[in-house]
């Protein structure tokens, strides 16, 4: 390292803030590589040396145009201006062989992940935002010493250059939908921590295209230009005249490259972002942006979930909400990560009044959950409506997320509340302290359980304090002007309120499997996992098994004790019409002492389907009962109940054809539909045919079609009480997305009188009632 060192202050003629710069950047890279996610090539690593590198090197090659004078010896000619160029790219590229030398070296160390992507989001992240910073600092420089004006005036433009492109960047977050940005320097910055699957690599070539292009022409001016013995500078194109066509088109390449940004995805503003959604809709409190290939009746039924959610946040914290929501929808996650940058996570930014997220079925999952972040946001303080210390400027994600959680109806299927959830957390002893919660190192921690904590005590909060100190805390006041407490002494107080919590002992289980996960931080190549399942799940949905195989085994070579690709193994046999070796597949999978309970029921489920696709019933039935035993939830085990409920019923075929079906050509949906409409003709007394005809096609936003299939079925005899409750509930759904309110109203009162509903179910159905406007009559 020393003999590097050496060499680029050789390259700078012994410069002190050449070699200064080049040794401060290879310490910092070399602590930077030890952080969990930055060991070696990948996305972290590339993001924050861009981060770290372009500003010194900036500034250190703004000082290039000076000429150097050694000690008793007088001032040397300036370099000409190409020279000057050249010069600071020789350093910059010296500079990032070090850099490379350093993230191969922590590579191997601590591993690779995926090193050919690593190295290509090095090469068009970093290394060509240095030479950019390289040719940026060279040039403020010439022009520096041309005005006659001294070193520090340099140094603040150089400077100002990678900042300026960090501040853009900044301004299109705040100005615009959008949470990526493509900065000339930094390289890419996906906008997201939740989003472990990046793909920017094709945008980011023909983003660099303009890059190139900058340098061309940057390199052709100075080539045209001479400097006078004082540093001065004068047009002299005689000599060099070949570069002024080449400059001229590499900057009209560089200016089209930025004009065409939206076209091109390397950024978006309100007016291109509308134009590519093409359709709105506006209810009485929200307009609704969507795309053409929505239809006109989801986006107004979207606008009713909007309006409702809005005055039940306003009724929660006790507040008014003025002005109007928009709220952004998008075909796909897909559709909504190139356009704005949040693929699989949904996004709120209260100081815009604006919510963005994928189409979902009705009602919408999360859309309440981001109103409240907007509603949140007008009784916070500072630019961006949030949360935290200096007016929302440090942002407290604990504060953000849990109002959100706290104010939004609870999940229509979850069968346990925030409390039980969080004394779950307790009794495992992986509850964290509120200090780890309510401040950034809540993102250190697993999304679920910093979510789950963080809304159980503002829900507290809420219950005893009531919603005007919560509004003051969420505005900026401290625990102590709000509460009048400390943040210990609440601290004490939850966890008393938890201590008052009745748990049934499988709900540890249940929990065990749904928090003890690490964070993506105490994760080893997350990006890379979950890309390869992603990548093999999609090949099995096109039926290309040696793809799908190929994509799990190297899943399994970055994570060796991966669930889900040990799981996609024993598909891959099934799909290759290879019965018996998928079973042992799943039997070998099922003896890992390591997989939770929900895991093995899975598995033992799993192996039930293949007993009863090849046509052993006893055999499927013990499989299904095994996986009963673990199935700690409703739904799985309903669904557990009707795959035995087939291994012994004139409706096997149907059944198999729906929920599992054809082990090398999967499910279709005609043929099982056909089937199912056959027994039910063949049964015309039994509903359970209509049941999962009309659960089908409300899960495909078929709700007309579902709702009179679960009439139908509830009409008839459903020989499985959880599935007549399922009915009862999907039923209510649906005809509430129809705007059938004398039939929701009917089919709601019906399910509240079942025994079998649980109260927290009981809860969240009485609250959605509220919002489709439902009467439920005295009691």
């Excluded at 710069?21 to 969990?36: D, K, R, S, Y």
């Excluded at 160029?85 to 350093?91: C, K, M, N, S, T």
Aim: glycine share 10%; net charge neutral.
């Amino acid at each position: 390292m020393m003999r590097q060192l050496q060499r680029a202050s050789a390259v700078f003629g012994s410069r002190p803030a050449a070699a200064g710069v080049f040794a401060g950047t290879a310490l910092a890279a070399l602590l930077l590589g030890f952080l969990p996610l930055f060991g070696g090539p990948g996305y972290e690593s590339a993001l924050g040396l861009g981060l770290l590198l372009p500003l010194p090197v900036a500034c250190a090659c703004a000082l290039e145009a000076w000429p150097l004078k050694a000690r008793g010896q007088p001032e040397a000619a300036p370099r000409s201006a190409l020279g000057t160029l050249l010069g600071a790219q020789r350093f910059a590229l010296l500079l990032l062989a070090a850099q490379l030398v350093l993230l191969l070296l922590h590579g191997a160390r601590a591993g690779f992940c995926d090193a050919r992507e690593g190295l290509l989001s090095f090469l068009l992240g970093p290394a060509a935002g240095v030479l950019l910073a390289a040719t940026w600092g060279a040039w403020v420089g010439l022009v520096a010493v041309h005005l006659g004006r001294g070193r520090g005036l340099a140094l603040g433009l150089a400077a100002l250059g990678p900042l300026g492109g960090v501040l853009l960047s900044l301004w299109r977050f705040w100005s615009s939908p959008m949470i990526f940005a493509f900065d000339p320097f930094v390289g890419f910055f996906a906008g997201t921590l939740y989003d472990t699957v990046i793909d920017a690599v094709p945008r980011l070539l023909t983003y660099r295209l303009g890059s190139l292009c900058s340098l061309v022409f940057a390199f052709c001016l100075a080539a045209l230009l001479r400097r006078s013995a004082s540093g001065r500078l004068r047009w002299a194109p005689a000599r060099r005249i070949a570069c002024l066509p080449l400059g001229v088109l590499a900057l009209g390449g560089s200016v089209g490259v930025y004009l065409w940004g939206p076209e091109l995805g390397h950024y978006q503003n309100v007016r291109s972002l509308r134009a590519q959604l093409g359709q709105s809709w506006a209810s009485a409190r929200c307009d609704v942006l969507y795309p053409s290939g929505l239809s006109l009746e989801r986006a107004q039924l979207l606008g009713r979930e909007c309006d409702a959610h809005v005055a039940a946040h306003e009724a929660y914290f006790a507040g008014v909400f003025s002005g109007r929501v928009t709220v952004y929808v998008f075909a796909s996650a897909e559709q909504k990560g190139a356009l704005m940058g949040a693929s699989h996570t949904y996004i709120a930014k209260p100081w815009r009044r604006e919510v963005y997220l994928q189409n979902d079925n009705y009602p919408h999952p999360v859309l309440g959950h981001e109103l409240a972040h907007v509603v949140a946001g007008s009784f916070a303080r500072g630019p961006f409506a949030i949360a935290g210390p200096l007016a929302g400027w440090i942002p407290d994600p604990g504060r953000i997320e849990g109002f959100a959680v706290a104010a939004s109806v609870p999940g229509l299927e979850s069968e346990y509340n925030l409390f039980e959830w969080t004394r779950a957390l307790l009794d495992l002893k992986l509850l964290p302290s509120l200090d780890r919660v309510f401040r950034l190192s809540f993102l250190g921690q697993n999304s679920s359980t910093a979510y789950t904590v963080a809304g159980a005590v503002v829900a507290w909060l809420h219950e005893e304090y009531g919603p005007a100190p919560l509004r003051a805390w969420y505005g900026g006041a401290s625990l102590e002007q709000a509460f009048g407490k400390s943040l210990g002494e609440l601290d004490a107080g939850f966890r008393a309120r938890l201590a008052q919590v009745e748990l049934a002992p499988w709900v540890l289980d249940l929990a065990r499997a749904r928090f003890d996960r690490p964070a993506i931080f105490g994760r080893r190549c997350p990006h890379e996992v979950d890309e390869l399942l992603a990548e093999g799940n999609a090949a099995l949905e096109r039926f290309d098994v040696g793809a799908a195989g190929a994509a799990y085994l190297r899943t399994l070579r970055l994570d060796p004790q991966n669930f889900g690709a040990r799981v996609g193994l024993a598909v891959c046999e099934q799909r290759r019409g290879e019965p018996v070796a998928a079973d042992a597949r799943y039997a070998e999978l099922g003896a890992d002492g390591a997989l939770t309970r929900v895991q093995r029921s899975l598995v033992a489920e799993r192996r039930g389907d293949v007993a009863l696709l090849q046509g052993e019933l006893e055999q499927a039935e013990q499989h299904y009962a095994e996986a009963a035993r673990d199935a700690l939830d409703e739904a799985r085990n309903r669904t557990l109940a009707v795959k035995s409920y087939a291994a012994r019923s004139d409706g096997r075929a149907a059944i198999t054809q729906l929920l599992i079906g054809d082990p090398e050509r999967g499910s279709d949906l005609m043929e099982s539909s056909a089937a199912l409409g056959e027994w039910s003709a063949r049964d015309p007394a039994l509903g359970l045919a209509d049941y999962l005809l009309g659960k089908n096609l409300y899960g495909r936003f078929r709700w007309r079609e579902a709702s009179a299939h679960l009439e139908r079925a509830l009409e008839r005899q459903l020989p499985l009480a959880g599935v007549r409750l399922e009915a009862l509930r999907v039923g209510v759904l649906a005809a509430c997305a129809l705007g059938n309110t004398e039939l929701a109203s009917a089919r709601l009162r019906e399910y509240l009188s079942e025994s079998a509903v649980g109260e927290v179910r009981r809860q969240a159905m009485t609250r959605f009632a509220a919002q489709c406007g439902l009467e439920l009559g005295p009691g």
